[in-house]
């Protein structure tokens, strides 16, 4: 199993089929998807879906959502990283690297979140030179904006996400 990157208190690490229940856990809990559109898992299905989706993601672009274990505990907390997007346009962007991260309730103002994504962002400026690192987040979602500034991401846009039905607000930053 590859590890991508260590901080002082995470270790991130590909995702592993064997990782089915702890996505599970994470992505049936309505608390993690109050910005997402409020539609939590109902089943192991879904997440191993999820787990296959980004497999793909690491075999065809060299990179995908990461699991992040925290190093005291050695508990799974949830996912980071990078993901490109390749199938959806969203607002006018298409075939994008984004970052992102999705953390169990339990490890919510640990500071994983900034921890883990300037872990995301230094490997992605490492490993994909030239390309434009994205960030979205739903506008209400104040403490998700507020690490993508954090990391060094710039405002660009509000829109609606018709899909959901909710406004995003889309950060990049270019090298």
């Not at 980004?54 to 980071?80: L, P, V």
């Amino acid at each position: 199993m590859k590890t991508f990157a260590e901080t002082e208190h995470l270790i991130l690490r590909e995702i592993v089929i064997e990782d089915t229940g702890d996505l599970f856990r994470l992505d049936s809990d309505p608390l993690v998807h109050k910005y997402l559109g409020n539609k939590p898992i109902k089943c192991l299905g879904k997440a191993r879906t999820y787990i296959d989706y980004i497999r793909m993601q690491y075999e065809k672009y060299g990179i995908g959502r990461w699991a992040a274990i925290e190093k005291s505990s050695g508990d799974w907390i949830g996912w980071t990283g990078l993901k490109m997007n390749f199938e959806e346009e969203m607002n006018g962007h298409i075939n994008y690297y984004d970052i992102g991260y999705r953390f169990i309730p339990k490890y919510w103002g640990k500071g994983y979140a900034t921890e883990s994504s300037i872990a995301a962002r230094d490997y992605f400026f490492e490993n994909f030179k030239g390309e434009k690192l994205c960030g979205l987040a739903e506008v209400d979602n104040k403490a998700s904006c507020r690490v993508l500034e954090k990391i060094g991401l710039k405002q660009k846009e509000d829109f609606l996400y018709e899909k959901e039905n909710v406004m995003i607000r889309w950060f990049d930053l270019e090298q």
